[in-house]
């Protein structure tokens, strides 16, 4: 039955009306992912040699046991956001001699093998025969590397038990920051005393099987959960929601932008997809730590300017790029309504504008690597208001892929076209650029107040540029409206 299941998914796969649509957009990702494998291979083989550099005196097997609980809780956040829930269209089989369990075992199987199940492995396998390489035991390195592949297993399963609660995912957010806090400032080594557990799984490789014993837990809970959700009823009643609402009248002082804003909020809040990339700006915050942090981009300025736009323009870039795809559901009946054009594009504006300001505020915490980052990101978060935010508007007139809210976050490539991959492009390239040259050939500082005064002129037209990018939505209305009226 799973072997039938699989060719029907195989054709259902090709026959698609999208799939000819897409294929583009298949093969590239298919590239990215490749390089990703290419990149957690070289990691994988490289990190007991890095590791071993770098701290001389310590085993380079305990310290990546000793980070093991970021990588799982980190891991468990990742799929929060981006890992879509295993989908199976089952009302067909529902009216059909099938053994309903059966529907259930194979769309649990199914997401075992998902990207981010499989990703891990390109790390830690490899980690694993270097290890062995090196002299350390074979059964204890095996017992190690299964507990890890039951874990990543397990972390799967949870996430679909936690994957709608809200509560779980602050929950997952604070703790993450807390062992941080606790690690930074030396309360308690909690990821040194969790990664002793890991070292004692390899002194005595039987305890491997813990892992197995929780993954089996979580599976069952999963069974559960959707066995009963397999029946015909359910698949074809129509559920009722309560709306909730939220006091949004402060917002009506912006005048006759305020309906817009007020919806804008709305659809982003109300839905997975948009609340994913809302939620994500945040954790776009911490990107330059990865770069701030590292002696290979110290002195490699025009990285750090390329770090420190990603720092406050998370929310600019992902919700900017597919401007007006968003509102694709129902644009016919917008573009229906006795109204200006840019008052519509404005409340986009508003969203991008407002963001950026609220993550610039919150990246005060960079002063404590110097005054120099903090001017780029202040640099940053200038070019993102001023130019960013009106060029992905100009941008959004050439979107012509539909979007659909219901079907999940960012890991959904859904409405993506290669024009949100051409946008980016000169977004990054550009502001990085201008700090080049001018920091080469001018100053140091120079690069700081070129950015930024990029970005302040851009703002200082604001009025030119809305009216120049309304003529050109409304030139391209029907076009839009055609486009985004075709099922993806």
Same mark, same amino acid.
């Given at each position: 039955?799973?072997?039938?299941?699989?060719?029907?998914?195989?054709?259902?796969?090709?026959?698609?009306?999208?799939?000819?649509?897409?294929?583009?957009?298949?093969?590239?990702?298919?590239?990215?992912?490749?390089? !990703?494998?290419?990149?957690?291979?070289?990691?994988?083989?490289?990190?007991?040699?890095? !590791?071993?550099?770098?701290?001389?005196?310590?085993?380079?097997?305990?310290?990546?046991?000793?980070?093991?609980?970021?990588?799982?809780?980190?891991?468990?956040?990742?799929?929060?956001?981006?890992?879509?829930?295993?989908?199976?269209?089952?009302?067909?089989?529902?009216?059909?001699?099938?053994?309903?369990?059966?529907?259930?075992?194979?769309?649990?199987?199914?997401?075992?093998?998902?990207?981010?199940?499989?990703?891990?492995?390109?790390?830690?396998?490899?980690?694993?025969?270097?290890?062995?390489?090196?002299?350390?035991?074979?059964?204890?390195?095996?017992?190690?590397?299964?507990?890890?592949?039951?874990?990543?297993?397990?972390?799967?399963?949870?996430?679909?038990?936690?994957?709608?609660?809200?509560?779980?995912?602050?929950?997952?957010?604070?703790? !993450?920051?807390?062992?941080?806090?606790?690690?930074?400032?030396?309360?308690?080594?909690?990821?040194?005393?969790?990664?002793?557990?890991?070292?004692?799984?390899?002194?005595?490789?039987?305890?491997?099987?813990?892992?197995?014993?929780?993954?089996?837990?979580?599976?069952?809970?999963?069974?559960?959960?959707?066995?009963?959700?397999?029946?015909?009823?359910?698949?074809?009643?129509?559920?009722?929601?309560?709306?909730?609402?939220?006091?949004?009248?402060?917002?009506?002082?912006?005048?006759?932008?305020?309906?817009?804003?007020?919806?804008?909020?709305?659809?982003?809040?109300?839905?997975?997809?948009?609340?994913?990339?809302?939620?994500?700006?945040?954790?776009?915050?911490?990107?330059?730590?990865?770069?701030?942090?590292?002696?290979?981009?110290?002195?490699?300025?025009?990285?750090?300017?390329?770090?420190?736009?990603?720092?406050?323009?998370?929310?600019?870039?992902?919700?900017?790029?597919?401007?007006?795809?968003?509102?694709?559901?129902?644009?016919?009946?917008?573009?229906?309504?006795?109204?200006?054009?840019?008052?519509?594009?404005?409340?986009?504006?508003?969203?991008?504008?407002?963001?950026?300001?609220?993550?610039?505020?919150?990246?005060?915490?960079?002063?404590?690597?110097?005054?120099?980052?903090?001017?780029?990101?202040?640099?940053?978060?200038?070019?993102?208001?001023?130019?960013?935010?009106?060029?992905?508007?100009?941008?959004?007139?050439?979107?012509?892929?539909?979007?659909?809210?219901?079907?999940?976050?960012?890991?959904?490539?859904?409405?993506?076209?290669?024009?949100?991959?051409?946008?980016?492009?000169? !977004?990054?390239?550009?502001?990085?650029?201008?700090?080049?040259?001018?920091?080469?050939?001018?100053?140091?500082?120079?690069?700081?107040?070129?950015?930024?005064?990029?970005?302040?002129?851009?703002?200082?037209?604001?009025?030119?540029?809305?009216?120049?990018?309304?003529?050109?939505?409304?030139?391209?209305?029907?076009?839009?409206?055609?486009?985004?009226?075709?099922?993806?």
């Amino acid at each position: 039955m799973i072997s039938h299941f699989l060719k029907l998914e195989w054709k259902q796969f090709f026959r698609s009306a999208a799939f000819g649509k897409s294929i583009g957009i298949k093969i590239l990702m298919g590239f990215f992912g490749l390089y !990703l494998i290419a990149m957690f291979l070289f990691m994988g083989i490289g990190a007991f040699y890095g !590791l071993k550099k770098f701290f001389p005196e310590q085993d380079p097997f305990v310290l990546v046991n000793a980070f093991l609980l970021y990588a799982i809780i980190g891991d468990l956040i990742f799929r929060y956001l981006m890992q879509q829930l295993p989908v199976m269209h089952i009302q067909p089989f529902l009216t059909l001699p099938i053994h309903k369990n059966n529907i259930v075992h194979y769309v649990l199987l199914k997401s075992s093998f998902s990207f981010f199940n499989v990703m891990g492995l390109f790390f830690y396998i490899p980690f694993s025969l270097v290890l062995i390489k090196e002299g350390y035991a074979v059964p204890g390195v095996l017992g190690w590397c299964a507990l890890i592949i039951l874990l990543i297993q397990s972390v799967n399963f949870l996430n679909f038990l936690i994957n709608k609660n809200k509560t779980a995912f602050g929950v997952l957010l604070v703790l !993450l920051i807390g062992f941080f806090v606790t690690q930074q400032y030396q309360l308690f080594d909690l990821p040194g005393t969790f990664g002793k557990g890991f070292d004692f799984v390899y002194r005595d490789p039987i305890y491997s099987l813990l892992g197995l014993v929780l993954l089996l837990v979580l599976y069952q809970l999963n069974f559960k959960q959707l066995r009963s959700l397999v029946y015909l009823d359910e698949a074809v009643s129509q559920k009722v929601k309560e709306a909730n609402t939220a006091d949004l009248s402060w917002i009506e002082k912006f005048g006759d932008v305020a309906p817009f804003i007020k919806n804008d909020i709305r659809l982003i809040w109300r839905n997975k997809r948009t609340k994913t990339v809302f939620l994500m700006s945040f954790l776009f915050l911490f990107y330059g730590l990865i770069f701030y942090t590292m002696d290979a981009y110290k002195d490699s300025l025009p990285m750090l300017m390329f770090a420190s736009l990603f720092v406050t323009g998370g929310f600019t870039l992902n919700y900017g790029q597919f401007i007006p795809a968003w509102d694709s559901a129902h644009y016919k009946m917008l573009m229906s309504q006795s109204f200006r054009y840019r008052k519509f594009l404005e409340s986009k504006w508003f969203l991008m504008v407002a963001m950026t300001t609220l993550l610039y505020i919150l990246s005060f915490p960079y002063l404590y690597f110097g005054t120099d980052i903090f001017l780029m990101i202040t640099a940053g978060a200038i070019f993102n208001i001023g130019f960013n935010s009106l060029f992905l508007l100009y941008a959004g007139s050439f979107n012509r892929k539909r979007i659909d809210l219901t079907k999940g976050g960012l890991g959904n490539t859904q409405g993506t076209s290669a024009t949100q991959f051409l946008i980016i492009i000169p !977004l990054m390239l550009f502001p990085m650029l201008l700090f080049w040259f001018f920091d080469k050939f001018i100053g140091y500082n120079s690069g700081f107040v070129v950015v930024a005064a990029t970005g302040i002129m851009s703002f200082l037209l604001k009025n030119y540029a809305m009216n120049f990018i309304e003529k050109k939505y409304i030139k391209d209305k029907y076009a839009m409206i055609n486009a985004f009226g075709k099922e993806s």
